[in-house]
């Protein structure tokens, strides 16, 4: 049963950096393709960025382009989400999630875990 566990969120000002992590276990993360969401108060989860399995592609939401740069290291399970820049609408729940295959096609498919949250405040 994939798993996943997110960290590194917290309180930052305006402008500032955090730099998320993704622990997967339960399934061979090297060949699907792994996707940051949040979710903040009131509003939908969407998407904010997904690398493929070897980690050559990449993609961003429009709201996190030149801010956000995700990244994998498959030998160690782990998939990250550098935040800069950060902005207080950026302030949500960071959860990570796998794709179907190894492209950032279809949504995401397994199991949600329980986030970290970031909180972009002055």
């Known amino acids: 049963q994939p798993q996943f566990v997110e960290s590194g969120g917290g309180l930052v000002q305006p402008g500032g950096s955090l730099r998320l992590s993704c622990a997967a276990s339960?399934?061979?993360?090297?060949?699907?393709?792994i996707g940051w969401f949040r979710q903040a108060p009131g509003k939908e989860r969407e998407e904010v960025s997904c690398?493929?399995?070897?980690?050559?592609?990449?993609e961003y939401a429009d709201s996190v382009k030149g801010r956000f740069t995700i990244s994998r290291e498959n030998d160690k399970d782990t998939v990250y989400l550098q935040m800069n820049n950060l902005k207080p609408e950026d302030t949500a729940v960071y959860y990570c999630?796998?794709?179907?295959?190894?492209?950032?096609?279809?949504?995401?498919?397994?199991?949600w875990g329980q986030g970290t949250q970031v909180t972009v405040s002055s």
């Open positions: 999630n796998r794709y179907g295959g190894s492209y950032c096609i279809g949504g995401p498919f397994g199991s």
């Open positions: 339960g399934f061979e993360m090297d060949v699907y393709a």
């Open positions: 690398i493929n399995s070897s980690g050559f592609r990449t």
